[in-house]
């Protein structure tokens, strides 16, 4: 080789260390003089050589979309990263996601993309979503709009310049976001900001074990997890750990626009109807009211009934085990539950089962006040038909199955003229009710037309005894049907 061609190629490279210096330089001027500081006065537009403008600030009074997840019913999550770490760093965090077949999605300060571009073309490359992490990291909770605005649309401008690409969506700093945030990024065509639901606060510098540990605690449907990749060096040996949970729970982890892509737009509650089916009502002393424990229909037809709430790996895993049977029940869900987790409720409705009124704080009826009672059941009747989309059935079942006949009229005046009881409880919310107990009460006390009550709790047996409750039950010749076929097949 001549000494021409060997100096070839370190010129090329001076070149291009040239280039990105003047790049980054350029970038600090843009950032300095068009954001500034937050304490600093921005005029309302740029202005290019001459004073005439270069890029107006644009306003609006709409609000992009904005999300701490995603509602959907599927077992999906979308694993996110905040920042940009050193190359080695990123390098060793993408060898883990390939390793475990993951497509994550990264947001990306416009100044790191600027400073190392090549990483974040191996992280597109991949097959990973880039979205923008503003300008340099900025936490925006004391911005201006102008500044919020430019500062965003600058950090898309550097993303599209460098990796061909525009961004979406916009997460700040911290995750957390203002209405001129979502301004700006409704101004700027955006789809939405994006805040988080699982967090494990990897800027403590927990174990990279630590931070598995958290994200296996709190995964559930629809989640968008945060981590950092420029704080916390574990972070791409926490992978393996959110991997191996994930497939353990069934969950798949995908990215943010997968996720988008499969879920739902929730609509506000006033678009859903029914959502007014209930009313406080206290002309309650001549209403009429249905309430039943049993209902026999001759053809061994029973119905099995879910009480309460519990966790997403409790749900999910009854609701495996009765899809393996082909069983379809009712679930009496407590509201103030399920609006700790909206996804679950949906995923028992869209798996076939009915949605039911259990009141929203389980109160015992009997020792509310009309005024209380009411309101407590209304309060509930909107958390379900918010969290599942769809109202549910017009049937209360009073916690614990306490009741009389004062507190049943009560109910009857909200809209709620159906109350359902049950014949078959084997108590199973007690922890110390082992599997087979359970299992043989509901074997020894079912009959044609029994309503069978079980509940939801974590922490207690009623999985490990419904496979076996269902094959005997199956196996004698009773039929389970829904609430509402029971009810209807008893009519005839």
Do not use: C
């Not at 969290?387 to 209360?396: E, K, T």
């Amino acid at each position: 080789m001549g000494q021409d061609e060997a100096v070839k190629p370190r010129k090329t490279k001076y070149a291009a260390a040239a280039v990105l210096v003047l790049l980054l330089v350029a970038s600090l001027v843009v950032y300095f003089v068009l954001v500034k500081s937050p304490g600093e006065e921005v005029q309302p537009e740029d202005t290019a050589q001459g004073g005439s403008p270069a890029h107006e600030v644009r306003y609006t009074d709409e609000l992009s979309n904005a999300m701490d997840d995603v509602f959907t019913s599927r077992k999906e999550l979308a694993l996110t990263f905040n920042g940009m770490a050193d190359g080695e760093t990123m390098d060793k965090l993408l060898h883990e996601l390939d390793q475990y077949r993951i497509k994550a999605t990264f947001f990306l300060p416009g100044m790191r993309v600027a400073e190392e571009p090549d990483v974040a073309e191996r992280i597109l490359a991949a097959g990973h979503q880039i979205e923008n992490n503003t300008l340099n990291l900025q936490d925006m909770s004391t911005m201006s709009y102008e500044q919020i605005y430019k500062d965003i649309r600058l950090a898309n401008e550097v993303i599209e310049r460098e990796l061909g690409m525009r961004p979406q969506y916009v997460r700040t700093k911290s995750g957390e976001y203002t209405e001129n945030v979502r301004k700006a990024a409704a101004a700027l065509g955006m789809k939405g900001v994006v805040r988080y639901s699982i967090n494990p606060r990897d800027r403590d510098m927990q174990s990279a074990e630590e931070i598995g540990q958290y994200v296996a605690r709190y995964m559930r449907r629809g989640s968008i997890v945060t981590l950092n990749t420029h704080i916390n060096p574990e972070v791409p040996g926490a992978i393996s750990y959110i991997a191996k949970a994930a497939e353990v729970k069934g969950f798949k982890l995908v990215t943010l626009n997968e996720l988008l892509d499969k879920g739902v737009l929730r609509k506000p509650l006033e678009e859903i109807p029914g959502y007014d089916a209930a009313k406080v009502n206290l002309d309650y002393a001549n209403v009429q009211y249905e309430m039943f424990k049993r209902l026999p229909t001759g053809k061994k037809q029973i119905a099995l009934t879910f009480d309460d709430w519990g966790s997403e790996d409790t749900v999910s895993k009854l609701l495996g085990i009765l899809e393996d049977y082909h069983v379809q029940a009712t679930f009496f869900l407590v509201g103030e539950g399920v609006e700790r987790n909206p996804n679950l409720a949906r995923a028992i409705y869209d798996a076939g089962h009915e949605i039911a009124n259990h009141s929203y704080s389980h109160r015992i009826v009997t020792t509310l006040t009309p005024e209380e009672l009411q309101e407590d059941i209304v309060k509930a009747h909107r958390a379900l038909t918010n969290a599942v989309q769809v109202a549910p059935l017009m049937i209360f079942r009073p916690p614990t199955g306490a009741i009389d006949e004062e507190a049943a009229k009560v109910i009857a005046a909200t809209g709620y003229k159906t109350i359902a009881l049950y014949d078959v409880t084997a108590l199973d919310w007690e922890p110390s009710r082992s599997a087979a107990e359970i299992a043989g009460i509901i074997k020894r006390d079912t009959k044609d037309g029994s309503i069978i009550l079980l509940h939801l709790h974590d922490n207690i047996h009623t999985p490990e005894a419904l496979p076996e409750v269902l094959e005997y039950l199956l196996a004698q010749g009773y039929t389970f049907v829904k609430l509402t076929d029971l009810m209807h097949n008893a009519k005839k």
